[in-house]
């Protein structure tokens, strides 16, 4: 997914650490979270996105909003 460039795959920062966001149809953008996130986590908190092997839908929201 990340590879994606139409996706524009990014995570997301403040009360959504660990989430990442995907472009759906503007403005909806597609949240998930990794399966694991423990084992994707980087010490800064962020998520290593190699180790990302999952995700699970959380929403499909407009995070602008």
């Known amino acids: 997914m990340r590879t994606l460039p ?10 959504r650490r660990g989430q990442i966001s995907l472009d759906l ?6 949240i998930v979270a990794p399966a694991d996130p423990d084992s994707a986590r980087l010490p800064d908190g962020g998520l290593d996105w190699s180790k990302v092997e999952a995700v699970v839908v959380l929403e499909v929201t407009d995070t602008h909003r």
């Open 6 to 15: 139409q996706a524009r795959a990014h995570e997301l920062k403040s009360d």
């Open 25 to 30: 149809s503007h403005p909806y953008r597609l």
